[in-house]
């Protein structure tokens, strides 16, 4: 199976915030999977393979929540 996963560290303060990140990045083309934790504060984004980490990132700024750390998983 090709693709990537990313997690991103966002400061979410309620469930409206963390609803806002999930839809602004599933509607990223080649998005597949958006799972967002509350209580960790963690956005984990399954992607095909020409979704770059990147894109994800500019997306989630882009909704004005503070993005404190990420990474590839894969």
């Known amino acids: 199976m090709g ?3 990313y997690e991103f560290n966002v ?20 998005v ?4 967002t934790d509350l209580e960790k504060q ?11 980490y990147d894109a994800v990132y500019n997306k989630i700024s882009k909704t004005g929540k503070e993005i404190l750390g990420g990474k590839v998983v894969f």
């Open 3 to 5: 693709g990537h996963q």
């Open 32 to 35: 597949q999977n958006v799972q």
């Open 42 to 52: 963690l956005v984990e984004v399954k992607t095909g393979d020409d979704v770059s």
């Open 11 to 30: 400061k979410m303060a309620c469930s409206g915030c963390s609803n806002a990140v999930s839809k602004a990045v599933s509607r990223l083309e080649g």
